[in-house]
């Protein structure tokens, strides 16, 4: 498909844009109040999802969008947890149902324990293989002054 528009850099021309249907099941998950570092939330949710469900993270891909202009004050985002799988498996679905639980795992990934005293992220807490373009912004202390 061609079309006319600017890209992300602001550039106008003619380019190729691709696109891709996904049916699957969402969990849309919208703060209140903007979190300091929305990957980190979003990373230590999906993380607290498949701890809960006793998943592997590449079962729940996660995501975010934003409800309007990202430099406005109030700025707001959402954060979609979803099934990797086409046509969905549910496992969103159950999350929500055990949304207290997924919260309480996600808290408790990014809590200091004998085991586990890095400074902001680390593989045993919010990094993993799938987001590594992430890490310099990860750190589990803004999720827990955001989930306290």
Not at 15 to 32: D, K, M, T
Not at 93 to 102: A, P
Not at 126 to 132: A, C, M, P
């Amino acid at each position: 498909m061609k079309c006319a528009k600017t890209n992300l850099y602001g550039v106008l021309g003619p380019g190729l844009a691709y696109g891709h249907e996904f049916h699957s099941f969402c969990l849309i998950v919208r703060p209140l109040k903007q979190p300091e570092s929305v990957e980190s939330l979003m990373f230590a949710l999906q993380k607290g999802l498949c701890q809960v469900l006793e998943l592997d993270t590449s079962d729940i891909g996660v995501s975010r969008r934003w409800l309007n202009k990202r430099t406005a004050e109030n700025a707001g985002i959402e954060i979609v947890l979803y099934d990797r799988t086409p046509g969905g498996a549910g496992f969103v679905e159950e999350g929500m149902n055990r949304w207290d639980e997924v919260v309480a795992a996600a808290r408790s990934l990014c809590e200091t324990s004998t085991t586990h005293q890095c400074d902001a992220a680390c593989y045993d807490c919010l990094k993993d293989f799938g987001n590594q373009q992430h890490h310099d912004a990860l750190d589990r202390n803004t999720v827990l002054r955001f989930l306290k």
